[in-house]
């Protein structure tokens, strides 16, 4: 069978989706893991100002290993992005914060991921629309079941 599996193809799609973002927005672009992350502290940094975000909750919502979010977060760090400290009552916890730096480059960039978002979604029904997403919720509900195990 000639057919591609499907975890081959969500990595293809999310690999073109990151690339046609890149195309959009030029030199200044970060990848959708770094959009996301900035994205998840901004949420926090505005919805929820009193809360701390540590580089543990991070590798939670992104769904990675702490090395990874560790060269993520250094990055981000790097351009000026986010700061991160280590936490006042445990000196083995660090937190992240936006930086304004990234909360200006966040705002920048949101619009290239909505023009990819319309895009995307322009390509499909609404009725297929709604199918697809449906069935990512149920493939996502799978692999979080999975990998709880």
């Known amino acids: 069978m000639n057919e591609k599996p499907i975890g081959y193809r969500l990595r293809e799609t999310t690999k073109l989706f990151e690339e046609a973002v890149r195309a959009k927005a030029g030199r200044n672009g970060i990848g959708s893991t770094d959009f996301l992350t900035l994205h998840f502290l901004r949420h926090f940094r505005c919805e929820c100002p009193e809360k701390t975000v540590s580089q543990s909750d991070l590798c939670h919502f992104l769904h990675v290993k702490p090395p990874t ?81």
């Open 69 to 149: 979010a560790s060269v993520a977060l250094q990055n981000l760090e790097t351009q000026g992005l986010i700061v991160r400290q280590k936490a006042e009552h445990d000196s083995r916890v660090t937190l992240v914060e936006l930086s304004e730096k990234g909360m200006s480059f966040l705002e920048g960039m949101r619009h290239f991921f909505s023009e990819v978002d319309d895009l995307v979604e322009q390509s499909l029904s609404p009725e297929e629309l709604q199918i697809f997403i449906g069935c990512l919720d149920k493939m996502t509900a799978a692999l979080r079941k999975e990998a709880s195990l």
